[in-house]
């Protein structure tokens, strides 16, 4: 099995960032329309908003599914204030759970989970988190519902967990293939969680240094 480098890992946050200053675009309005899901839609207003080059990559993934499945944005922008928050929100939930001794241990276990603030990728508009809509309008199989998390999915969240069913893993295999193909990076506790220009995708890639940074609203 390959080692899972969290977002928590100090080689993520050494990763040089160099902000290539591309505009953050509504995926609902420019260029043509992704599909978007809005379940998202009540935690910020902008959380269709990517980077120009993530959405590219992402239309380009859409054109490569089969005839009848869909891919649909559930969240990318995310405001560095709203990051600080999920971070904070659930590392307090796993450290009143009791699961974790040391507060390192603890920053590791919710890295699992959300990104530390400073290595964020929501926060810069280069990740997306995605699903897979089929014919009926509804979401396909893909073994946990998205933002699942490690805990209440018994690690049936990580993208290679042998626990789903065998359409839940082919479902998931179309999704990382076609995401792959277009340049896309996965955070690999979160099957739904793509990424392009972050400091996670240039560690992942070889890349010499990352494209985006965060953005403020
Ligand atoms: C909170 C979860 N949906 C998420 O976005 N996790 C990733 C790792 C993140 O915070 O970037
Ligand atoms: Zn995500």
Do not use: K
């Not at 508009?125 to 396909?140: F, H, K, P, S, Y």
């Amino acid at each position: 099995m390959t080692e899972i480098i969290l977002m928590s890992d100090p080689r993520v946050a050494a990763i040089e960032l160099r902000e290539c200053g591309e505009p953050l675009v509504d995926a609902r309005t420019d260029g043509p329309a992704l599909l978007v899901d809005d379940r998202r839609a009540a935690a910020d207003p902008r959380f269709a908003h990517l980077r120009t080059g993530v959405l590219e990559r992402l239309l380009d993934a859409a054109s490569r599914l089969p005839d009848g499945v869909r891919l649909a944005l559930v969240e990318g922008y995310r405001p560095p204030e709203l990051q600080r928050r999920y971070f904070g929100t659930y590392r307090e939930r796993l450290r009143a759970e009791g699961r974790y001794g040391s507060e390192a241990e603890l920053h590791e276990a919710t890295s699992r989970y959300v990104a530390p603030p400073s290595v964020a990728p929501h926060t810069s508009g280069a990740a997306a988190d995605l699903t897979l809509i089929g014919v009926d309008g509804q979401e396909l199989d893909l073994g946990t519902a998205v933002n699942a998390t490690p805990e209440e999915s018994d690690g049936a969240c990580y993208t290679a967990a042998l626990s789903i069913t065998p359409r839940a893993r082919e479902n998931r295999r179309l999704l990382g293939d076609v995401l792959r193909a277009a340049g896309m990076v996965n955070y690999p506790t979160e099957w739904w969680h793509w990424s392009y220009g972050d400091h996670y995708w240039a560690l992942a890639t070889g890349a010499p240094h990352a494209l985006y940074g965060p953005r403020e609203p």
